[in-house]
């Protein structure tokens, strides 16, 4: 059973950092994409980040020069530091992958459960 397990969410004050952690587990044998979208309350989901197995980096024009993504294959892990953060970061985060391939097929689009970053003072 292929799972995304996120850590890293909480509260913080504006300024401050996180750093989100999602791995990958369930005989894994290779993830094209891995990344991060968000969900603020009462808005759409939107994409924050993602990351190729090559290591080409995309970002969405809000957080760029603030956060960072980096991937470690060999641990199916993603990261996203969070510095600087604004108020207008909060949103429950989720955990992203495209083209990941196990052991028993490929799921296309697969999300994690998401984990909550507050930015408030």
């Known amino acids: 059973q292929v799972q995304l397990v996120e850590s890293g969410g909480g509260l913080v004050q504006p300024g401050g950092s996180l750093r989100l952690s999602c791995s990958a587990s369930g005989s894994i044998v290779s993830i094209d994409y891995m990344g991060w979208y968000r969900q603020a309350p009462g808005k759409q989901r939107e994409l924050v980040a993602d990351?190729?197995?090559?290591?080409?980096?995309n970002y969405a024009d809000s957080v760029k020069g603030r956060f960072t993504i980096s991937r470690d294959n060999a641990k199916n892990t993603v990261y996203l530091q969070m510095n600087s953060l604004k108020p207008e970061d909060t949103a429950v985060y989720y955990c992203?992958?495209?083209?990941?391939?196990?052991?028993?097929?490929?799921?296309?689009?697969?999300w994690g459960q998401g984990t909550q970053v507050t930015v408030s003072s």
């Open positions: 990351i190729t197995r090559g290591g080409r980096s």
């Open positions: 992203n992958t495209k083209g990941l391939v196990y052991r028993g097929g490929v799921y296309s689009n697969y």
